[in-house]
């Protein structure tokens, strides 16, 4: 299945479908994100702005997500920031706390982000 996300014109992710792979693949049954993208303006209406994104990540670096943004000059989509301290990583696009997980964390434990000390807590 063919995913799509449909942007606003800030970028802002409004909404991600599926489509049938059938829909997209050209007469030389390759994949065409320009015929998926043709398909989402006939539902849709044609001043509606779509991209293509991937489940698994395989294309625009991360899967779209709604309130997240794409990003045209990395060609990518950025999640929503989850906490004001995260800072973009520029190779990923994805969020990163400005503290990792300490190195001696317990498996057993879940942590989570405290972002009043900035700091991982085991709960």
Known sequence: MAHFAELNNDNVVLRVIVINNNVILDKDNKESEELGIAFCKSLYGNDT????????????????????????????FIPVK?????????????WESPVALPSDADPKKMYVWDEEKTKWTAL
Request: charged residues 20%.
């Open 82 to 94: 989850p906490f004001p301290s995260f800072v973009l990583n520029d190779d990923t696009c994805k």
């Open 49 to 76: 702005n779509w991209k293509q994104t991937s489940y698994n990540s395989n294309t625009r670096k991360n899967f779209a997500g709604i309130g997240g943004t794409y990003n045209s000059e990395k060609d990518a």
